[in-house]
């Protein structure tokens, strides 16, 4: 092949797989995370932040509320980056904030569950175990190499008294709602209430079919385009004052939120309105009403402020680690897993572990392609090993935690996680996996 025809070819599979991210993935748990993430810069105080996660919290409470808070929102790699960024920059400890990192993506209770289905409960609870262990010890190393400055003396483990009014209590379960609407796989967010089959057939077919993509993928992929100037004129300078840009990105993004909702069929356009797309539109609605009758001016605009601030500061890496992601994995053979990880060896499992950096798979993708692995011959150690690191190691969330963190320590982190999760695999398959 002409060298200028492969280039095209991986170009091609780099800008695929960034189509497929921003048409459904991104969607339903990225966009209310970073809401969510503005809130807790831009309205929660500091002391709600530090009085469980702070770094003069005792271990036995901030690192359980760390893990305990990843466990609970339980979401993506990507997802849990502009919640994690919001922790940290409201005072939380690094060993509790790194743990927080590593068990939000690695426990999600989705992924766990279909683990155990697809690829057998061995690995499901190997899986779920040894994040959670790892997330606590990985924090603990990090805050010993790192020490943080010592906070100024006070009289007491909570002496911070912040508090904040039940209606930011209600906003901010409003905005977790919409995340958990958006993710769980229940039937009653995933059962189709109603049908509705417009009489007409979808336009450009061939072409969305030669792009992979649904009619509603393309639309969604268009608001988000239409929401990037919108937002950047409505929202760049929202702390000086609302305007009509501002009220147009927000409508914009609901928009957006309703539309992913539904699930749809290609060929003719047939929408099917499942309970996740009324859960959506009610919470929709619950989050206006709140913020209308119960939020100051101010403090709407620090939230936006902030939740725009993420999305400038994270956004642009996640695409560019999901564009790279998409070319690294066009360049690697099917045949290299059964040669080189067929084996449950140290170098096996190091190589699944850098599998799971360049062949980042969003969340619940990952399974169907571990077990793809094993049907092709990896070994059930190194399968672990993948499982581990793939939520944790990929490209995007390197970049955007460098970011955040600095070289140094993000250097660090992915280390301790390399080195984890391959001595867990090599440990899995050398003597659970005979079992």
């Known amino acids: ?23 459904a993935h991104v969607l339903l748990c990225l966009v209310p995370a970073f809401f969510i993430a503005g809130y807790l810069s831009g309205l929660m105080p500091k002391g709600v932040i530090t009085r469980y996660l702070g770094p003069r919290t005792p271990k036995h409470i901030s690192y359980p509320a760390a893990a305990a808070g990843g466990f609970l929102l339980a979401v993506c790699s990507c997802t849990i ?6 922790i940290w920059k409201r005072g939380a400890g ?5 743990t927080f990192l590593f068990v939000g993506p690695a426990v999600n209770i989705l992924a766990i569950s279909y683990t155990g289905a697809a690829i057998g409960m061995d690995i499901a609870l190997a899986r779920i175990v040894l994040s959670i262990a790892f997330g606590i010890l990985i924090g603990l190393i990090m805050a010993a190499l790192f020490k943080q400055p010592q906070a100024a003396p006070s009289v007491g483990l909570f002496e911070d008294d912040s508090a904040m009014r039940p209606a930011l209590w209600v906003f901010f379960g409003l905005l977790l709602a919409v995340l958990v609407a958006g993710t769980l796989q229940i039937d009653l967010l995933t059962g189709t209430l109603f049908t509705v089959q417009l009489p007409v057939d979808v336009p450009m077919q061939p072409t969305l079919d030669a792009l992979n993509l649904t009619l509603q993928g393309a639309l969604l992929i268009v608001l988000l385009v239409i929401i990037a100037p919108v937002a950047w004129k409505g929202l760049n300078d929202v702390l000086n004052g609302f305007n009509r840009w501002t009220w147009a990105s927000l409508a914009l993004v609901a928009l957006t939120l309703l539309l992913a909702a539904p699930a749809t069929e290609s060929g003719s356009i047939v929408i099917h309105f499942t309970g996740r797309f009324v859960a959506e539109a009610l919470l929709l609605a619950a989050i206006a009403y709140v913020a209308a009758r119960h939020l100051e001016r101010d403090e709407l605009a620090g939230w936006l402020a902030e939740t725009w601030r993420f999305v400038k500061q994270i956004f642009p890496l996640l695409v560019v680690g999901v564009f790279a992601a998409g070319v690294v994995r066009a360049l690697i053979p099917e045949d290299w897993i059964r040669t080189l990880a067929g084996q449950n060896t140290i170098g096996a499992n190091l190589l699944a572990v850098t599998f799971g950096v360049f062949m980042y798979f969003p ?30 190691l990929s490209l995007q969330s390197i970049l955007v935690t460098g970011k955040i963190l600095g070289r140094r320590k993000t250097a660090t982190y992915v280390g301790l996680v390399a080195v984890f999760s391959t001595l867990a695999g090599y440990l899995f398959g050398l003597f659970l996996a005979q079992v």
Do not use: C, H, K
């Open 1 to 23: 092949m002409p060298v200028g025809d492969y280039i095209l070819q991986l170009l091609q599979a780099g800008w695929m797989g960034l189509l497929d991210y921003l048409a």
């Open 81 to 86: 980056l502009p919640l994690f960024a919001g």
């Open 94 to 98: 690094l060993g509790p904030a790194i």
């Open 363 to 392: 969340t619940l993708v990952e399974v169907p392609i571990a077990r793809m692995f094993l049907d092709l011959g990896m070994n059930r150690g190194p399968l672990l090993a993948y499982l581990l690191s793939d939520p944790e």
